[in-house]
């Protein structure tokens, strides 16, 4: 697992909403291929470089308020990340 595909991973789903990031299990370990010690690697480098860049993690069965809206992670989901209130703009 290299840093550069976390990267290019992490970028592209903050370019598609920069407010709002979920990762699933379909994404890993489906369309992208991952092993399961891949996985493991690309979550929790990941997470880190999300809570770097001003992110809040809420893992699978985690309840979380987004849009005015409480809402709990999905079981097929590994985590949502929601850029934090001080951070926006």
Known sequence: MKLEYITEYINKKIYKNENFITV????LRVKEDLSKEDTYIFLQMSKQRLINLGYTIYETGQKYTYAGKEKTVRSNVFYVAIKEESSLN
């Open 24 to 27: 699933t299990f379909y994404e």
